[in-house]
Each structure stands twice: as structure tokens, then as C-alpha cells.
């Protein structure tokens, strides 16, 4: 069974620092993984989605990297400003399922301090 | 923004009572999912649909019924509420199974089950 770890689960920053979030998956066999962004009392919004075959994506100040063999994920943030606070969650989609069956990981709750 | 509504956004039911909420979307995304969000556990699939009148189960499905009669509306049953149902229900709409694409959240349901 697919199990998906985000660490830490929280954390706090001064702006302007550059940050890194981590997500660990236990099955490297995974079609592709996303990065959810969840504002408080609201639904998730997608960031980046990695393909299995891809090693990382870049969207403006994040960048994700995906390391499938050693079952890592990790969110990169520049230049962190307030308004990235918010939980991020990552989620993986496994190989071969009809639909897309998506498994999260608990999140991390950002705080980024003015 | 996806178009996607649920409702109500808010309720505070009884243990024992029937509850139903709604999913809309705007869409005319195939694919329809239900998951419930509870600290420590990420998002966790409770069913989903691939079409009108095709649902079936995720993995937390115990509990819970669904109804598509419609392109548009995916219906979430809780037949006799229990305090265990207390959470955060999310739908989310997708388009299919192309390995680019997402889902795209809804606002969110907060229920209590007293």
C-alpha cells in the first residue's frame, strides 16, 4: 500500500528566505506526482505536476524535483513572501489505475513572517 | 477558476440523521470524486464516478453512498450520520486519465456530527 510522508508538518520563516518541503512516498512505482497548494477553508489548487519520466518541473519561484528510486519528492520556494503561506500538500498517482486514484500526504503548514 | 460548487458549505448535524451533499460542476468533466480531509490522514477517497450512473468505491467508503444522475451533480450520502463522519469533504472534478492532467477542488464541506 502506498503510503505518503510530508515532513516537517510545520514551519515557519522570515520573507525572503529560500525553503525547501520534502515528500516521501513508499512505492517508487508512480505515474506521476503533484503539488497541491490549500489556503485555510478552501479546496486544493494544483502547482506542479511531475511525470514519472521527468526529474523536475519549475513554475515561476517553486521548482519540485521527483527522485523516483529513492521514493523523494521536494518542493522548492524562493524568495518566500506571506502570501506563500498556506499548506502544502503532495500526492502521487499510481501506475496503471483507470481513474485518477491520487494518494496524499498530510501536508506541511507554512507560515511566512513579514 | 474550475467551476465547482458544494453545498452546503457548512453543517451541524445529529448522530443518526441522513445527510446529503452536493457537487456541481460546469465543467462537463467526466470524472467526480469525493474525499474527506482529517487531521493526520491527507485526503482520503470515499467514491468517485466515471459517468453517469457509474460510481464506485475509494478507500474509505464505509458508511457512505453516492448518486450521478446527471453530467453535472455527484451526490454524497451519509445514510445515518455517526461522529466518526465529522470532517471536511472535498469534491473534485477531472477531465480523464491523460497523464498532464489534474483535479480541480472544490471549496469544501465542514460537517459535524453531534
Known amino acids: 500500500k502506498q503510503e505518503v510522508t510530508q515532513i516537517p508538518a510545520a514551519l515557519s520563516v522570515p520573507e525572503g528566505e529560500n525553503l525547501v518541503l520534502n515528500c516521501s512516498f513508499t512505492?517508487?512505482?508512480?505515474?506521476?506526482l503533484q503539488w497541491f497548494r490549500q489556503d485555510p477553508g478552501k479546496g486544493l489548487t494544483s502547482l506542479l505536476l511531475?511525470?514519472?519520466?521527468?526529474r523536475e518541473q519549475t513554475s515561476g519561484r517553486l521548482n519540485a524535483s521527483l527522485d523516483k528510486s529513492s521514493g523523494r519528492s521536494t518542493l522548492y520556494i524562493a524568495a518566500s513572501q506571506p502570501g506563500d503561506s498556506a499548506t502544502y500538500l503532495c500526492?502521487?498517482?499510481?501506475?496503471?489505475?483507470?481513474?485518477?486514484?491520487?494518494?496524499f500526504g498530510t501536508g506541511t503548514r507554512l507560515l511566512v513572517s513579514p | 477558476d474550475a467551476g465547482i460548487t458544494q453545498s452546503p458549505r457548512h453543517k451541524v448535524t445529529e448522530t443518526g440523521t441522513p445527510v446529503t451533499l452536493r457537487c456541481h460542476q460546469t465543467?462537463?468533466?467526466?470524472?467526480m470524486y469525493w474525499y474527506r480531509q482529517d487531521p493526520g490522514h491527507g485526503l482520503r477517497l470515499i467514491h468517485y464516478?466515471?459517468?453517469?450512473?457509474?460510481?464506485d468505491k475509494g478507500e474509505v467508503s464505509d458508511g457512505y453512498s453516492v448518486s450521478r444522475s446527471k453530467t453535472e451533480d455527484f451526490l454524497l450520502t451519509l445514510e445515518s450520520a455517526t461522529s466518526s463522519q465529522t470532517s471536511v469533504y472535498f469534491c473534485?472534478?477531472?477531465?480523464?486519465?491523460?497523464?498532464?492532467?489534474?483535479?480541480?477542488f472544490g471549496p469544501g464541506t465542514r460537517l459535524t456530527v453531534l
Open positions: 473534485a472534478i477531472g477531465p480523464g486519465t491523460g497523464s498532464t492532467d489534474t483535479q480541480y
Open positions: 464516478s466515471y459517468g453517469v450512473k457509474d460510481t
Open positions: 465543467e462537463n468533466h467526466r470524472y
Open positions: 512505492d517508487s512505482a508512480i505515474y506521476n
Open positions: 500526492a502521487v498517482r499510481r501506475v496503471n489505475t483507470g481513474f485518477q486514484k491520487l494518494v
Open positions: 511531475i511525470q514519472s519520466s521527468q
